[in-house]
């Protein structure tokens, strides 16, 4: 490879993405030798694999190849926090929970939640990851107002900007949103940001079946009420805990929580959130799937799930994740995809054990969009580069 001045090693099986181990590993310290990088990969006609805290590796589909993995971690700093704009600018490395401490020290939060440990900026816009307060604040693309990629040619373009009214090239950042590194490599961000709640109250109702949780969430989402999170944790066909978070001052938190428990019919309250909210169901021998919906499809989709499936489903923004043994995976997906299509559903693989993970769909049908994003593949990387293989229909 053409030098960098980037500090590289030959890649090893720990460093493998879906399997395919690079065959080196490069983990620049700035935009500019990330830049670099990206110029030396294009002249060796090499294939790149950007990477962050790694925990989320499994969510696209394996690369055709990885000549080049690119470690972003070393880019790891807190650029610029303006407290009063409620905005702060890091780079791609910097992780989640380093950016919530140090923003929080201002009584100021990134309303962004998944659950992923180590989690990185650059890594959850790439997956578009999020989690249980996704429905107060949005997701990745409402809240990353400004973005700095680098392309497969190794061109640094910025998009968007430091205020949260500027939204000039904003698309950029949807565009790389969700890419999981497939159009370039995402460097540095710019976020806005939220006043930190100063109190909450849980309302907790145990459900004999989680199917029950479909009408409850729709009464929810009718109701005057303004939850940051409607979670329901339990399993397909089986029992489930339905969590109702309500984050505002103290007395508007104690009133929307006696008013949902009336609601809901019943419930606990407290102000301490359960450990496992969040959290991604199931293990290392389950296939995890990301499934979206229609919001008031919840119970339908429920009961399209092999009975005994563990679930955690954003209940009020029709996103739910399934835990479906592995052994029955390869069954189960096609017909959980085609039961759930009519409610405009789809089912995508996120994590599989080795065994069973080449012989899945990874993403399913892709619809009639596939010709726009293979046009899009070519405007950014026409030689197929970028972690080729990695997207929606091989993109």
Request: proline share 7%; charged share 20%.
């Amino acid at each position: 490879m053409t030098a960098v001045t980037a500090a590289h090693r030959p890649g090893d099986a720990g460093d493998a993405v879906g399997g395919v181990v690079p065959r080196e590993v490069v983990r620049p310290g700035t935009v500019e030798e990330v830049a670099e990088v990206l110029r030396a990969a294009a002249a060796d006609g090499r294939t790149v694999v950007p990477v962050g805290g790694r925990s989320k590796l499994t969510w696209a589909a394996p690369p055709e190849s990885c000549d080049l993995l690119v470690d972003l971690t070393g880019l790891d700093r807190v650029v610029e926090h303006v407290a009063g704009d409620l905005t702060v600018v890091a780079e791609a490395g910097v992780r989640l929970a380093d950016l919530q401490a140090q923003v929080g020290e201002a009584g100021q939060l990134l309303g962004l939640d998944p659950p992923e440990d180590g989690a990185t900026l650059g890594g959850i816009v790439s997956a578009n990851a999020s989690g249980p307060r996704r429905l107060r604040y949005g997701t990745t693309r409402d809240l990353l107002i400004g973005i700095t990629v680098v392309l497969a040619d190794g061109t640094v373009a910025h998009a968007g900007g430091k205020v949260v009214k500027n939204v000039a090239g904003y698309d950029l950042g949807k565009l790389f949103t969700g890419a999981h590194g497939t159009l370039g490599v995402v460097a540095s961000t710019t976020w806005r940001l939220h006043p930190v709640p100063p109190a909450r109250r849980v309302v907790t109702l145990e459900l004999p079946d989680a199917a029950a949780a479909g009408p409850l969430s729709i009464a929810l989402a009718r109701s005057t009420l303004t939850p940051s999170a409607v979670e329901l944790v339990g399993s397909a066909g089986g029992a489930a805990r339905l969590v109702v978070l309500f984050e505002s001052i103290a007395e508007s938190v104690t009133d929307q929580a006696r008013a949902a428990v009336a609601l809901l019919g019943g419930g606990e309250e407290s102000e301490d959130l359960p450990g496992d909210l969040g959290r991604r169901p199931g293990g290392a021998d389950d296939v995890l799937l990301r499934l979206a919906y229609a919001p008031a499809s919840l119970s339908a989709v429920l009961a399209a799930l092999p009975a005994g499936t563990a679930v955690a489903a954003h209940a009020a923004t029709g996103v739910s994740y399934a835990a479906v043994p592995a052994a029955d995976a390869a069954d189960a997906l096609p017909r959980l995809r085609a039961a759930i299509a009519p409610h405009d559903g789809t089912a995508v693989v996120l994590r599989a054990p080795d065994a069973v993970r080449d012989r899945l769909d990874h993403w399913g049908p892709v619809g009639d969009s596939l010709d726009l994003m293979r046009r899009v593949k070519e405007r950014f990387d026409p030689e197929r580069r970028m972690s080729p293989g990695r997207f929606v229909g091989g993109v």
